[in-house]
């Protein structure tokens, strides 16, 4: 203990308290997994058979549910982007962020224990998720080697988003508007993306866009791993992604944050 | 009681140290030059009026923003460049709760003990003695969603003594209160003072400031209009005054004959005479009424800060357009 610096303490107690969040506060993180619970169940045993069929060639004839799974994880990850938006908006708004910011504490300690809390809840969440995946007739090829893989992805992924989301709900006025501001990550880019269908199948105009955007090399790389295919250029596309998300997400939050409230 | 403070100790090292600060929110200018100069020991009180500055004063001072433009110290440290050690010193209770609603009161007391880097056994041993101190022993294994308003401000009043600052900001510590937890935090306030604390409070009581306060300085659109002590503020305008009031109207019409300079009341049968203060003044009223005058009571006004604040801003303390 005596060996952490003083910036790695602060963090590690403001880790603790997010921890203890979830834990008094369950509603958010049950939500986050039961989003794509309901959106696995409903893609799976409604929409996926006739999906499945439309697929035909695009899904190298695997069952559809092994070709969802991986967008499923992905919408998972994305799913626990309201959470921190809302917690960081309460603590801005709330004048506890005020508090800390008169004491001689680590600055960047108040957002760090947000964003590992983001990552470790997340890797909770996709863990649940894999289960009831597992359990409803998934079948992954991955060695251990690619599960390992793809709880990185997961975990880098989650941090991307931990700072934007943070970011985002630095911004917020209101913790309703924190969540609402994370709508599009959480729903609208997921499903333009390669998580359901495959980019290829899309309409010309979506086609661009979603093979474009971020979550369709994270769900790519994913959807590979777990099948125990090769990647190829998808987890260097994922991984750059991931960086460049949270290195916007962090300078956003840290010029937010320098900013103050008003 | 206010006052003794400034009386008791002459040669002391100025708490907080301000001058020419300014603070303008793109065309609307917040802080218009501000000066301040605050003992220690002392306990100081900005008044005024909802948007006068008083909070962005709080959040210059307490490192939270950066003023346009002025210079400012705070315990020998300054703002700019040594805001590190301001935090070191200081303790800041903002206008809102600023408590953690999913924590306990004991674990609100910790998280701040951790976060100031005390030992287990210190923070423990703090926060035991806090809790005691602020009457919350019964709420510390509660979350403060369920305390009453006075509460809340006594869980945040113990997480900013955590760190046993020795200048606290007191961001409008009773708005929002019900009289008594204004009053139990009133005595928490002079116990502080009593242990040495220097204290900067706002308020929009004048009653509060007149309560608490060693000095005040009157905060109005961004600019110091009066500082002095309560007694001083007082002096400097007019408003004393003898108000009798009589049983029956040909009563008030005798009295208004002996004494022209009265203001007469016909509903209420009164009679309002400027009185320079003290007993000969009182004493001449008196022997001008005569001893047959049906006076059913007589109370002696000074002027109160009411006054004082209409006096020097020329305006009631309106809310201006947010």
Known sequence: MTTLTIPARDSATMLGREFKHTIRFPLLLVGSILVPVVLLLLFVYILGGPIGHGLGDAARGAPYIDFLVPGILVITVAAGSGTTAINVCTDMTGGIFDRFRTMAVSRGALLTGHVGGYVLRTLVTTTVVTGVALLVGFRAQASVADWFAAAGLVAAFSFALAWLSAALGLVAKSVAGANGSTLPIQFLLPFLSSAFVPVALMPVGIRWFAAHQPFTPVVDCLRALLAGAPVGHTAYLALAWCAAIALAGYLWAGAAFGRGTR | ?322
């Open chain 2, 1 to 322: 009681m206010g006052g003794m403070n400034a009386l008791t100790k002459h040669a002391t090292r100025a708490a907080v140290s301000a001058t020419g600060l300014r603070k303008a929110y793109g065309e609307k200018v917040v802080l218009d030059g501000v000066d301040l100069s605050i003992d220690e020991g002392e306990v100081f009180a900005l008044l005024g009026p909802n948007g006068a500055g008083k909070t962005t004063t709080i959040r210059i001072l307490s490192t939270l923003i950066a003023a346009d433009a002025g210079t400012a110290s705070v315990l020998g440290h300054a703002l700019r460049g040594e805001a590190g050690a301001v935090r070191a010193v200081i303790g800041v209770t903002g206008q809102f709760s600023a408590v953690d609603d999913l924590l306990t009161g004991e674990e609100n007391l910790l998280l701040i003990g951790r976060l100031l880097h005390l030992p287990a056994a210190e923070r423990r041993a703090r926060a035991a003695r806090l809790l005691e101190r602020f009457d919350l022993i019964e709420a510390a294994r509660q979350t403060p969603a369920i305390y009453s308003g006075g509460m809340k401000r006594r869980l945040d009043i113990a997480m900013t003594l955590m760190g046993r600052p020795r200048l606290i900001f007191l961001d409008e510590p009773t708005t929002g209160l019900d009289p008594r937890s204004r009053h139990i935090m009133w005595q928490l306030i002079r116990d502080l003072v009593a242990e040495g604390v220097t204290i900067l409070l706002t308020t929009q009581y004048l009653e509060e400031a007149d309560q608490l306060a060693d000095r005040i300085a009157v905060l109005d659109r961004g600019r110091i209009v009066a500082v002095g002590t309560p007694a001083e503020l007082k002096r400097r305008i007019p408003g004393a005054h003898i108000q009798l009031r009589f049983a029956d109207a040909a009563a008030l019409e005798a009295a208004a004959r002996a004494l022209p300079e009265g203001t007469r009341d016909d509903e209420e049968l009164a009679l309002r005479v400027p009185n320079q203060g003290g007993i000969a003044s009182l004493r001449d009223v008196l022997a001008r009424l005569g001893d047959g005058a049906a006076v059913e009571d007589l109370s002696i006004h000074t002027p109160d800060l009411d006054d004082v604040f209409f006096a020097l801003t020329g305006n009631p303390a309106e809310e201006p357009a947010k």
